[in-house]
T-cell receptor, first 111, second 113 residues
Framework: GQQLNQSPQSMFIQEGEDVSMNCTSS?????WLWYKQDPGEGPVLLIA?????ELTSNGRLTAQFGITRKDSFLNISASIPSDVGIYFC???????????FGTGTRLTIIP | DTGVSQDPRHKITKRGQNVTFRCDPI?????LYWYRQTLGQGPEFLTY????????KSRLLSDRFSAERPKGSFSTLEIQRTEQGDSAMYLC???????????FGPGTRLTVT
């Protein structure tokens, strides 16, 4: 099935650094969602975006809905050890119940 | 609000056996979804229910797969005659209404030997 392109695939950073990742699609979406997944667990919803250009924050996390509606961005400021995990974007078309997920960005914090 | 729960968390079965997984959505969520996630990939949509009605099925859902939500509350996903390619994490999610956020359960990891 279709998967959205996420970049980068993996990141190795030091604690305290800021992180940026993005997600692109060949088709437009009406909703963008960002999830975090720990090993052996289900994805946990971080941020939901509903309008093109929308910028939404959740603590140290900030996400933006791209104006073309074909991309989205997630920033994490001042990373901490519990930020380690895999971050997935997901897009949804209005009236279409299924989510289309990205390929994931794996975040690792180097001691 | 106790979140989405799934049972079992892990299942190891031999090829050819049947397996059944259960999902309990967040109470009052009338939409329930099943996704499958293989190693290194994002989740892929399998099917969804609005109340007890199964309204969409992915082409990934072969004839060996069947899902039910008989009373519009919990759901079961059965795989008959399992194959090694069925090994994956099976995720359930629920949402309150159309176009609202989907919340995932912890998943059931299936290993077919």
């Amino acid at each position: 099935g279709q998967q959205l392109n996420q970049s980068p695939q993996s990141m190795f950073i030091q604690e305290g650094e800021d992180v940026s990742m993005n997600c692109t699609s060949s088709s437009i979406f009406n909703t963008w969602l960002w999830y975090k997944q720990d090993p052996g667990e289900g994805p946990v919803l971080l941020i939901a975006l509903y309008k093109a250009g929308e910028l939404t924050s959740n603590g140290r996390l900030t996400a933006q809905f791209g104006i073309t509606r074909k991309d989205s961005f997630l920033n994490i400021s001042a990373s901490i050890p519990s930020d380690v995990g895999i971050y997935f974007c997901a897009g949804q078309l209005r009236g279409n119940e299924k989510l289309t997920f990205g390929t994931g960005t794996r975040l690792t914090i180097i001691p | 609000d106790t979140g989405v729960s799934q049972d079992p968390r892990h299942k190891i079965t031999k090829r050819g056996q049947n397996v059944t997984f259960r999902c309990d959505p967040i109470s009052e969520h009338n939409r329930l979804y099943w996704y499958r996630q293989t190693l290194g990939q994002g989740p892929e949509f399998l099917t969804y229910f609005q109340n007890e009605a199964q309204l969409e099925k992915s082409r990934l859902l072969s004839d060996r797969f069947s899902a039910e939500r008989p009373k519009g509350s919990f759901s079961t996903l059965e795989i008959q005659r399992t194959e090694q390619g069925d090994s994956a994490m099976y995720l359930c999610a629920s949402s309150l209404a159309r176009d609202s956020e989907q919340y995932f359960g912890p998943g059931t990891r299936l290993t077919v030997t």
